[in-house]
Structure formats: C-alpha cells, structure tokens
C-alpha cells in the first residue's frame, strides 16, 4: 500500500477513528522519539551539553524552576 493511498484511506475515517488513529500515532511517535534520544545518549551526542549545564550550574548560573 502507499502512502497516497494510506492518505486516502485515512480521509475516509469517521471522526472517532481518526482520534484513535492520531492517539495510536503520537504514542508509535513518541516510542521513536524515545528510542532515538536514548541511543544519542548512549553514543555520547549529549556529553558536551550535559558538562556544560553542570559546569554552569556549579558557576552558580542556574536557577531554581
């Protein structure tokens, strides 16, 4: 099936299964989300920020949220 015609499909849903499907989606979305900022953390895409948040917090330049 393409894309075109998931699109297609999808026009023709009744309101509540177009919400199941968006709720469906946004959770099939965030799992992805999830899954790709846990292997940058795992590789080490974030160390540089990480070092640098502590080191300004240490500075004494954060501030309680």
């Known amino acids: 099936m393409s894309v075109d015609e998931i699109k297609k499909n ?3 849903l009744s309101d509540q299964d ?3 499907l968006r709720a469906w ?3 099939l ?3 992805a989300w999830d899954r790709q900022i846990e292997t940058d953390i795992k ?3 974030f160390d540089e920020l990480a ?3 502590i080191a300004e917090h240490k500075a ?3 501030r309680k949220l």
Do not use: P
């Open 60 to 62: 004494g330049l954060s």
């Open 51 to 53: 070092a640098e948040a």
């Open 10 to 12: 999808i026009t023709r």
């Open 43 to 45: 590789a080490g895409k």
């Open 25 to 27: 989606w946004d959770e």
């Open 29 to 31: 979305d965030a799992a």
């Open 18 to 20: 177009r919400a199941k």
